[in-house]
């Protein structure tokens, strides 16, 4: 469960457990007091932009308001209700941006009734952020959460961050658009269409995607493109030798979002000699790499009776 899902199912019960384990804080979870539900203490303010600072410039976090630490201010040691839970959870949600730059996004606030419907506890969670650094206004300090504790940021940690930026990160995509067996001259064989391509498990836009591959005889490259009528997904590239790898471009035009995949070719079995493939392994040495992107270079392999497998599992299910 991440922490959002955490956030979302906390519940009175949870923080009745808190108390009950004497659960300790940690990277993501911070418990603190709190003197007024409308954030008039100057305390309550400096707690609220130095968390959000703080798990913002890490790796996220929950914040539990109305828990009590014990005196080393490390574990659960009492459940501190706060009267006026409706104005609270207003106060959180007008300050938690006002009170740290740039403001965090994402960042989202829940009352959990108790006792009462207008008394009990608080909890805000506070997701890592794509737009570090963000200085606690209070202090104009930068914070990050090191352990269980918010330590105020060195400059070179500070200067690092503002030169972070959103990154791609791209990865073979491969699926079969058809796994079938084939029966020619007596014989059974698997004839199939690999689809190939490249998807982006990263956090920023891909361009300038490129991809390079060399498909082991005597599977290849096919010829048709992805519908058949020599249309691929990106520009290939001139090749020189048969043994060099066939490779792909894209320009300005092209890009991959977050989550996104660009499927490109496809390969293919032998044409013209449809049974020379037969008992032999589809092994692919690929290179594939964008603008901010790390250049991946690897090798995928797919076993003849693994394929012949699963093609064969299939038809019987079927």
């Known amino acids: 469960m991440n922490l959002q899902e955490q956030f979302h199912a906390m519940d009175a019960e949870t923080i009745r457990q808190f108390r009950h384990e004497e659960r300790t804080e940690d990277l993501h979870l911070e418990f603190k007091r709190i003197n007024s539900s409308d954030f008039t203490n100057e305390n309550d303010r400096k707690n609220l932009a130095k968390a959000v600072s703080g798990f913002a410039n890490a790796a996220g976090g929950l914040i539990v308001w109305g828990v009590a630490t014990d005196k080393k201010g490390e574990s ?141 005889e005597p599977y290849a490259v096919s010829t048709y493109g992805l519908d058949g009528n020599e249309h691929e997904g990106l520009r290939r590239l001139p090749k020189g030798r048969h043994i060099d790898p066939t490779r792909w471009v894209a320009g300005a035009e092209t890009v991959i979002h977050p989550g996104g995949i660009l499927e490109v070719t496809k390969v293919r079995p032998p044409v013209n000699y449809p049974h020379s493939h037969v008992g032999k392994d589809l092994v692919i040495e690929y290179e594939i790499c964008a603008e901010d992107a790390e250049t991946v270079s690897d090798t995928k392999v797919w076993r003849y009776s693994e394929m012949q497998e699963t093609r064969q599992t299939n038809e019987d299910i079927n």
Request: hydrophobic share 35%; charged share 25%; net charge positive.
């Open 76 to 216: 659960a040691a009492a459940i501190q209700e706060i009267e006026g839970l409706s104005t609270l959870g207003k106060k959180l949600e007008e300050f938690a941006g006002n009170w740290v730059s740039p403001p965090v996004q994402g960042v989202l606030h829940k009352v959990i009734p108790i006792s009462g419907p207008n008394k009990g506890c608080a909890v805000t969670f506070v997701p890592e952020s794509d737009s570090v650094p963000h200085m606690n206004n209070f202090e104009n300090r930068y914070y990050k959460r090191n352990g269980s504790r918010f330590l105020p940021m060195e400059h070179y940690e500070v200067a690092d961050m503002f030169g972070r930026r959103k990154r791609p990160k791209l990865k073979l995509h491969t699926s079969f658009s058809e796994l079938k067996l084939t029966k020619g001259r007596q014989e059974e064989y698997v004839d199939f269409e690999l689809i190939i391509g490249l998807e982006n498990v990263g956090r920023g836009v891909a361009k300038y995607p490129y991809l390079s591959i060399k498909v082991q």
